[in-house]
């Protein structure tokens, strides 16, 4: 714990569990305790879901009505970390496969967004694939006929499911990139966890090493596999898509430092 100077949440499954659109939440034991902790510690946080259906600052408001100190700045989504890569990449037209606040980050950071059926929404210098419930096959080929054409491929989330309230949910992102990939061969850029893109940059939020970083979730193939790639210290709760048992199942590189019941464990840690 020692060489923890900062930490980085999940949301579903981890601080929360909610309905499949993200509209409500039930807060998990002990989430807000912790994160009003580690404020009156001077400790830095913040939250990062792979969700990127709603623009930071919106999810942030929504988690601080259901008691969770968490502000603006300490909101991000895998978008975030989209609109930086893409910026540093001198990308400067994007084809966004998902809902209006999957784009809103990246037009704030000044690149130009289009979506299927707009003018000219195939000639992009990339394309990137985040939450579409509504997706359908214009929108599939559209995409793949932007790849032919040149542009890269970005993907929020490579996950096939993630924690709510009813269980395991699918992530759109996942299967729509099955989809494109299936047709381009193109290989996909994961921007949100677990991506080293996303744990560089919340430790660039954080103000810490990435080596330095705690990061508690509750899958081992994004959240653990993401603190095993970069050194940082991974805790695996119990409380989303992972039990304690299955937690023992899994190999070294997808493996939490610490097991912990649920995020109330980490109130006596820090």
């Not at 939250?47 to 100190?69: D, E, I, M, Y």
């Not at 970083?213 to 899958?219: A, I, K, R, Y």
Request: proline share 6%; hydrophobic share 40%.
């Amino acid at each position: 714990m020692k060489r923890i100077k900062g930490f980085m949440f999940d949301l579903d499954g981890t601080l929360v569990l909610g309905d499949k659109t993200g509209k409500s939440y039930d807060v998990l034991p002990g989430a807000i305790e912790v994160l009003q902790k580690l404020r009156v510690r001077g400790i830095p946080y913040l939250v990062l879901t792979n969700g990127s259906a709603h623009p930071p600052a919106l999810q942030a408001a929504k988690l601080r009505s259901f008691g969770l100190p968490v502000e603006d700045d300490q909101m991000f989504t895998p978008s975030s970390v989209t609109a930086e890569v893409l910026s540093r990449r001198g990308v400067k037209r994007t084809l966004v496969l998902g809902s209006p606040g999957v784009g809103y980050v990246l037009k704030e950071q000044g690149i130009d967004i289009t979506f299927t059926g707009e003018p000219d929404c195939e000639r992009v210098d990339a394309v990137y694939i985040g939450w579409h419930p509504d997706c359908g096959m214009k929108d599939i080929e559209a995409a793949c006929n932007a790849i032919w054409q040149g542009a890269k491929l970005y993907v929020a989330s490579d996950v096939p499911f993630f924690a709510s309230r009813t269980g395991r949910t699918i992530g759109y992102s996942y299967a729509i990139t099955a989809a494109v990939r299936r047709m381009t061969k193109a290989p996909a850029i994961i921007t949100g966890k677990p991506s080293l893109y996303a744990l560089r940059f919340v430790a660039r939020q954080l103000g810490v090493k990435i080596t330095e970083v705690g990061v508690v979730g509750d899958d081992p193939v994004v959240e653990m596999q993401m603190a095993r790639r970069g050194k940082a210290t991974g805790f695996g709760v119990c409380t989303g898509t992972t039990s304690r048992a299955d937690w023992k199942k899994q190999p070294a590189n997808r493996r939490p430092h610490h097991v912990i019941e649920g995020v109330f464990e980490l109130l006596k840690r820090v």
